[in-house]
């Protein structure tokens, strides 16, 4: 096995519970868990929040580090290297990479639509994430344009019911890694 899976999606797209969620299948034992690396630093350095290309460029270094760390193992992980993109498109040519160099480094990517589509009335954000609709739709909108080459992408529309999302969600991971997965709560 050495699924490299990204879960990515724009803030409010349940990325990091769907993650947490997939920690207690069985079936997905193996696999190693990268949790989101820009919530932690801006929890940890709240002022990179003014440094957008400081911010983005120590979030890519950490998410390689972390993947390197796997050795080869099978992973997924909250966020891949080129979701920075979305937010500091000039990356590419700072870290000196190809989007195609970025795309070897997942075999699947699930893009979770954000709540904002859906509308103010199923969007919201935290103290970490304070992005509006408008800006969590133009994130979306790059995310897609970003990670649609891959060879590997699935798009997962928002829906008003979480569980219906999540099983879409989960049959797509079946699919991926070649296992029917049941969830039970």
Not at 81 to 108: C, F, G, S
Request: aromatic share 10%.
């Amino acid at each position: 096995m050495s699924n490299r899976i990204v879960i990515t999606g724009g803030p409010a797209s349940g990325k990091t519970e769907f993650c947490e969620r997939l920690k207690n299948i069985p079936e997905l034992a193996p696999f190693g868990f990268i949790s989101e690396q820009a919530r932690h630093f801006l929890k940890e350095q709240p002022d990179l929040r003014h440094d957008s290309r400081q911010l983005h460029q120590s979030i890519y270094h950490s998410q390689v580090w972390y993947e390197e760390s796997m050795k080869g193992e099978g992973f997924i992980t909250d966020r891949g290297t080129a979701d920075a993109l979305a937010y500091q498109p000039d990356l590419l040519t700072l870290l000196k990479t190809t989007l195609e160099k970025e795309y070897r480094r997942y075999d699947a990517v699930i893009q979770l639509e954000s709540a904002a589509a859906l509308g103010e009335k199923y969007f919201t954000g935290d103290n970490i994430r304070r992005e509006s609709v408008t800006e969590a739709l133009r994130i979306e909108t790059a995310l897609k344009k970003i990670w649609g080459g891959h060879p590997g992408y699935h798009f997962i529309k928002a829906h008003k019911n979480i569980e219906i999302k999540f099983g879409h969600f989960l049959k797509i991971v079946g699919l991926i890694i070649r296992k029917n997965i049941e969830w039970t709560r």
